[in-house]
């Protein structure tokens, strides 16, 4: 079956502008979750959803950052006023739930601010 | 809080050697721990998890990792390396409770395989 998949797979852009990151999960899955990660590191947790609430969003690291989850499914993550800082892979992952399951991976979105 | 320490950023290995990949952890409540591989160009993809069972645990394509609470210890290992293991290897906890969603990941070992 297909798997995670993240749209678009590279994005460019300038700073200060806006930029959307869409997350399709794996069908049936009700957990989602998005993480960051830099050149050279880990992937940092950003923020998880069960069904459409974010069940932790500690990891958000400013308000320019928001994500959203409307009807359970596709997700979004969405940068204002984007900073070169912002620069890294962004990923995506589902899981059957939050109940210590396998988390599946996306490609990851390569943003890269100008 | 969690953290995770994986120590080498590079382990170079001949074909048919032993791997060993290490990781430590730290965390207040009783951790769940997991090793990820990431292969050029792919999304990460779990190799092995434990979650307070067996502490040996054993994973896919021939790893298994053992987990050791004394030592706060969770390494890789593969008794015979191959080709086909060159790829990125991260090590992650979760915290468990309210937040064992979210995994806290190291920063990652590069492993390369010589022929």
């Known amino acids: 079956g297909a798997g995670v998949s993240q749209t678009p797979s590279n994005k460019v852009t300038e700073k200060g502008k806006y930029v959307e990151l869409r997350c399709d999960p794996i069908?049936?899955?009700?957990?989602l979750y998005w993480y960051r990660q830099s050149l050279g590191q880990g992937p940092e947790f950003l923020i998880y959803?069960?069904?459409?609430?974010?069940?932790?969003d500690s990891g958000l690291p400013n308000d320019r950052f928001f994500a959203v989850r409307p009807e359970g499914s596709v997700s979004t993550l969405k940068i204002q006023r984007t900073e070169r800082g912002d620069s890294a892979v962004y990923l995506c992952?589902?899981?059957?739930?939050?109940?210590?399951?396998?988390?599946?991976f996306g490609p990851g979105t390569r943003l890269t601010v100008l | 809080a969690q953290s995770v320490t994986q120590l080498g950023s590079h382990v170079s290995v001949s074909e048919g050697a032993l791997v060993l990949l290490r990781c430590n952890y730290s965390?207040?409540?009783?951790?769940?721990l997991f090793w990820y591989v990431q292969y050029p160009n792919q999304g990460l993809q779990l190799l092995l998890k434990?979650?307070?069972?067996?502490?040996l645990v054993k994973g896919i394509n021939g790893f298994e990792a053992e987990f050791k609470k004394s030592e706060t210890s969770f390494h890789l290992t593969k008794p015979s390396a191959h080709m086909s293991d060159a790829a990125e290897y991260f090590c992650?906890?979760?915290?468990?409770?309210?937040?064992?969603?979210?995994?806290?990941f190291g920063q990652g070992t590069i492993l390369t395989v010589h022929p």
């Open positions: 992952a589902s899981s059957v739930n939050t109940d210590y399951n396998e988390q599946f």
């Open positions: 069908s049936g899955h009700t957990a």
């Open positions: 959803f069960q069904g459409t609430g974010a069940a932790d």
């Open positions: 965390s207040s409540v009783p951790p769940y």
């Open positions: 434990y979650t307070s069972a067996a502490t």
């Open positions: 992650a906890v979760s915290a468990g409770g309210t937040s064992y969603g979210k995994l806290t």
